[in-house]
């Protein structure tokens, strides 16, 4: 009988020693919890969620909050229940988060199919919930997927953007083109409006039929083929194949090699796992993008503005990609030959880089960042990208229209708009200038026609 009282009075201090020993664990947990969620709401330290959290805080602060709210859930549950309760709560709290990256995982794995190395996916970051592969042309647009262009520089909302049966920017059902337009991002043109692209400017100045088949991140040897699987069966009387200083030639470069080794790729299976993971697109969703740019714009109106994404004109295309260059003059000539085969006029068009055209008003942080734009000579490099074109084309006597000049004398006199400050793509009044070189040279050609007693289809 002496026994018991003892016993009783030890399992009350043991008691009342657990219940001290989980007052510490749950202090130590909502310091933590507070360290880590409720400290950099107050004074924000990281990128994510709008600038609040680090990474670190992410990682660290989820185990801590489920932690604590599980401690926080049992240590208020009456005594008799805390057992069972700790259980069930241990359960949500670790079955819960595995099948949420279990879902990511199945999703990267079965679904995206993350496994096989792709040129496209992986190394240009084309989005496949836009795009397939495709054996010819690398990938292609997918139709039937809801697909808007870029967001609008002014209002922030979507640009408006339709497609056709293949995927490209025109309404459906058009079987008759008098212009065919071919090139990349800079013809199909996602930041703005149908009617102020230079494809439909011409069309509407002009009265003739404009057809866009310019699609994002093509090189030369893709718009080639564009223009045999697609162009050409709208019979047109002009061709006009649009080519930009900034990357085509490197993804001429690059597309023999990917038709050689379609599966050969620079990324792990966890890099591109950390692509597709939707629940880091969810993460990086919050983050605070910086935009400090590295050069100023003074405008024609006396204000500036920031310049974002450099653009770098490259000193001696013929050097540093002389198997793209080797495939740009075949696909070039190859394109002519057939164009003219069919009394169809193709004319290369050749936009230059943004920092080229807008260099004498833009003041660069450095001078290292200026030299990192220009590592040659501004005008007159013989083995820059539009000498190298031009010399392609006056071989293969092939029309060629250099833009430069026309954006430059357009800059010296209004220099609003022609570019956009936050990516390299022409903006309203750049496409202006554009539409009205190109209308120039259909009138110029039609005059010569005239001349010499030929004709161009309609033209």
Same mark, same amino acid.
């Given at each position: 009988?002496?026994?018991?009282?003892?016993?009783?009075?030890?399992?009350?201090?043991?008691?009342?020693?657990?219940?001290?020993?989980?007052?510490?664990?749950?202090?130590?947990?909502?310091?933590?919890?507070?360290?880590?969620?409720?400290?950099?709401?107050?004074?924000?330290?990281?990128?994510?969620?709008?600038?609040?959290?680090?990474?670190?805080?992410?990682?660290?602060?989820?185990?801590?909050?489920?932690?604590?709210?599980?401690?926080?859930?049992?240590?208020?549950?009456?005594?008799?229940?805390? &057992?069972?309760?700790?259980?069930?709560?241990?359960?949500? *709290?670790?079955?819960?988060?595995?099948?949420?990256?279990?879902?990511?995982?199945?999703?990267?794995?079965?679904?995206?199919?993350?496994?096989?190395?792709?040129?496209?996916?992986?190394?240009?970051?084309?989005?496949?919930?836009?795009?397939?592969?495709?054996?010819?042309?690398?990938?292609?647009?997918?139709?039937?997927?809801?697909?808007?262009?870029?967001?609008?520089?002014?209002?922030?909302?979507?640009? &408006?953007?339709?497609?056709?049966?293949?995927?490209?920017?025109?309404?459906?059902?058009?079987?008759?083109?008098?212009?065919?337009?071919?090139?990349?991002?800079?013809?199909?043109?996602?930041?703005?409006?149908?009617?102020?692209?230079?494809?439909?400017?011409?069309?509407?100045?002009?009265?003739?039929?404009?057809?866009?088949?310019?699609?994002?991140?093509?090189?030369?040897?893709?718009?080639?083929?564009?223009?045999?699987?697609?162009?050409?069966?709208?019979?047109?009387?002009?061709?006009?194949?649009?080519?930009?200083?900034?990357?085509?030639?490197?993804?001429?470069? +690059?597309?023999?090699?990917?038709?050689?080794? &379609?599966?050969?790729?620079?990324?792990? @299976?966890?890099?591109?796992?950390?692509?597709?993971?939707?629940?880091?697109?969810? *993460?990086?969703?919050?983050?605070?993008?910086?935009?400090?740019?590295?050069?100023?714009?003074?405008?024609?109106?006396?204000?500036?503005?920031?310049?974002?994404?450099?653009?770098?004109?490259?000193?001696? @295309?013929?050097?540093?990609?002389?198997?793209?260059?080797?495939?740009?003059?075949?696909?070039?000539?190859?394109?002519?030959?057939? *164009?003219?085969?069919?009394?169809?006029?193709?004319?290369?068009?050749?936009?230059?880089?943004?920092?080229?055209?807008?260099?004498?008003?833009?003041?660069?942080?450095?001078?290292?960042?200026?030299?990192?734009?220009?590592?040659?000579?501004?005008?007159?490099?013989?083995?820059?990208?539009?000498?190298?074109?031009?010399?392609? *084309?006056?071989?293969?006597?092939?029309?060629?229209?250099?833009?430069?000049?026309?954006?430059? +004398?357009?800059?010296?006199?209004?220099?609003?708009?022609?570019?956009?400050?936050?990516?390299?793509?022409?903006?309203?009044?750049?496409?202006?200038?554009?539409? +009205?070189?190109?209308?120039?040279?259909?009138?110029?050609?039609?005059?010569?026609?005239?001349?010499?007693?030929?004709?161009?289809?309609?033209?």
């Amino acid at each position: 009988m002496g026994l018991e009282p003892n016993l009783k009075g030890r399992h009350r201090i043991g008691a009342r020693m657990a219940w001290g020993r989980a007052q510490i664990v749950m202090s130590l947990l909502w310091l933590a919890f507070l360290y880590f969620w409720i400290l950099p709401l107050l004074a924000p330290r990281g990128e994510f969620f709008w600038g609040h959290y680090q990474l670190r805080d992410l990682i660290l602060g989820i185990p801590v909050g489920l932690a604590t709210l599980c401690g926080t859930v049992i240590m208020l549950s009456p005594a008799r229940a805390r &057992p069972d309760v700790g259980r069930r709560l241990a359960a949500i *709290c670790v079955v819960g988060p595995m099948c949420v990256v279990a879902l990511d995982l199945f999703n990267a794995v079965a679904i995206q199919k993350i496994w096989p190395a792709n040129v496209w996916y992986d190394d240009l970051g084309i989005p496949p919930a836009y795009y397939r592969l495709d054996p010819e042309l690398g990938f292609a647009r997918e139709v039937g997927p809801a697909h808007h262009g870029n967001p609008d520089p002014t209002t922030g909302g979507r640009v &408006p953007y339709q497609e056709d049966e293949n995927g490209f920017r025109n309404a459906p059902g058009i079987h008759k083109a008098d212009i065919v337009f071919v090139g990349d991002s800079f013809t199909e043109s996602p930041d703005l409006p149908d009617e102020q692209t230079f494809v439909q400017r011409v069309g509407a100045a002009s009265g003739l039929k404009a057809v866009n088949l310019g699609r994002s991140w093509y090189g030369p040897q893709q718009e080639a083929r564009v223009l045999r699987r697609y162009g050409l069966s709208y019979n047109p009387s002009l061709v006009v194949w649009q080519l930009w200083e900034g990357n085509d030639l490197s993804i001429a470069d +690059r597309f023999p090699r990917w038709m050689a080794h &379609p599966e050969r790729s620079r990324h792990t @299976v966890w890099e591109r796992y950390m692509k597709s993971s939707r629940l880091i697109r969810l *993460c990086e969703s919050t983050l605070v993008h910086s935009e400090k740019g590295f050069a100023t714009l003074h405008l024609t109106d006396g204000q500036s503005v920031r310049v974002v994404g450099q653009g770098m004109c490259d000193a001696d @295309v013929q050097s540093q990609y002389p198997l793209g260059v080797a495939e740009t003059k075949r696909a070039i000539a190859s394109t002519y030959a057939l *164009c003219r085969s069919r009394g169809i006029q193709l004319v290369i068009l050749c936009l230059p880089q943004r920092e080229r055209v807008l260099e004498p008003y833009e003041s660069f942080d450095t001078a290292d960042i200026r030299a990192k734009s220009f590592p040659g000579a501004l005008d007159n490099n013989p083995h820059d990208f539009a000498h190298t074109i031009a010399a392609i *084309c006056r071989q293969a006597e092939c029309p060629f229209i250099d833009a430069f000049p026309a954006l430059r +004398r357009q800059a010296s006199q209004d220099n609003r708009r022609l570019y956009f400050s936050r990516n390299l793509h022409l903006d309203i009044e750049g496409h202006r200038v554009i539409a +009205r070189v190109l209308l120039d040279w259909i009138q110029a050609r039609a005059r010569t026609d005239s001349a010499l007693g030929t004709s161009s289809h309609s033209l």
